[in-house]
């Protein structure tokens, strides 16, 4: 029987694509692009501006009381909706650094089929992974901080007795009972979506990644 220059019979052709990656490039690969791609999100928004000077990452107010900010500002209350949004948004940065060891550890613990999982799934799969792994116990870290900082603001605390009542009755998201709570989520979905564009440019141009590994590694599935 011909033999192919790999010593494989020339009728079976070689493997291709994820399928021609060693378990340990796999592994390592996308242990080097999540950690990246985490390193990158906290030190992003983990600053002073991360959130409040991004417009597309800038927590807004909770949606009621964005119902209410026209009325709030004709009645001479712009400056306590302004110092709320300022500190929200500044609890969120405070609490984001926080996240850096979890998402690291999540990483070091990521088995081998996570990471074939991962590689092969859809544009968003890493970022699943950090959510799935890490969302529970941040929630946890990032509310005392995130509560340290905004009940020094007058509006936080009435904002918290009005909407934790209303919260029992249904009338409003329970996730937007208390501001601690709205903003521990919004800066977690933020943190999650930063994440998720770094892993959406290792995988439209691997190449560009400045890693041989995450050359490889990505190459071969997206075959760029």
């Known amino acids: 029987m011909l033999r192919g220059v790999l010593g494989k019979p020339a009728s079976q052709p070689a493997a291709s694509g994820a399928d021609a990656l060693s378990n340990a490039d796999i592994n390592a690969g996308l242990k080097e692009a999540l950690t990246r791609g985490a390193d ?45 949004v300022l500190s929200m948004n500044r609890a969120a940065e405070a609490a984001v650094p926080e996240a850096k060891t979890l998402l690291v550890d999540a990483v070091r613990a990521m088995t081998l089929e996570d990471a074939r999982g991962i590689l092969t799934g859809g544009q968003t799969s890493a970022t699943d992974f950090f959510r799935r792994k890490t969302e529970s116990t941040l929630t946890e870290r990032f509310g005392p901080i995130v509560k340290a900082t905004t009940d020094k603001v007058g509006l936080a605390q009435q904002y918290n007795q009005y909407a934790g009542a209303a919260a029992q009755f249904n009338l409003i998201d329970k996730k937007q009972a208390s501001v601690e709570q709205y903003v521990t989520q919004q800066a977690l979905d933020r943190l999650y979506t930063v994440i998720g564009e770094n892993e959406a440019a290792i995988r439209a141009n691997p190449m560009q990644a400045g890693s041989d590994l995450l050359k490889k590694v990505f190459g071969a599935v997206t075959g760029k």
């Open 40 to 84: 990158a999100a906290v030190a992003q928004l983990g600053q002073k501006d991360g959130f409040f000077g991004n417009p597309a990452l800038k927590i807004p107010l909770p949606p009621s009381l964005q119902k209410a900010e026209k009325a709030m500002r004709m009645l001479g209350m712009g400056r306590q909706a302004d110092e709320l």
